[in-house]
Nanobody, 126 residues
Framework: VQLQASGGGLVQAGGSLRLSCTAS????????MGWFRQAPGKEREFVAHISWSGGSTYYTDSMKGRFAISRDNAKNTVYLQMNSLKPEDTAVYYC????????????????????WGQGTQVTVSS
């Protein structure tokens, strides 16, 4: 599976962006999917996870209520809707696919994911 993230850009604080992750090769309909981010000088951070069916979602606490992960398997796409953006949300955002399954905190580790996209830059200005 080859993943491609898009939708990043420059936005003012308080604004919104919707990121998309599509598979240029293969299908993601049977994969659990996650979003991660990495800010300059910081470690990669878990953002959100969605099960293959879309029935379960998990978020980092700081993003609950602001970010929403969803998927459309018919379009082979996973989304990350980001609202009320803050300057500290500035980072490169990556999508990833997991061959296996996870629940709760088990979904937070990037090591659980098998395929990664190239990342899309999100910059939030104050």
């Amino acid at each position: 599976v080859q993943l491609q993230a898009s939708g990043g850009g420059l936005v003012q604080a308080g604004g919104s962006l919707r990121l998309s992750c599509t598979a240029s090769e293969g299908t993601i309909s049977s994969y659990d999917m996650g979003w991660f981010r990495q800010a300059p000088g910081k470690e990669r951070e878990f953002v959100a996870h969605i099960s293959w069916s879309g029935g379960s979602t998990y978020y980092t606490d700081s993003m609950k209520g602001r970010f929403a992960i969803s998927r459309d398997n018919a379009k082979n796409t996973v989304y990350l809707q980001m609202n009320s953006l803050k300057p500290e949300d500035t980072a490169v955002y990556y999508c990833a696919a997991m061959r296996g399954y996870c629940t709760g905190y088990g979904c937070y580790s990037g090591e659980k994911y098998d395929y990664w996209g190239q990342g899309t830059q999100v910059t939030v200005s104050s």
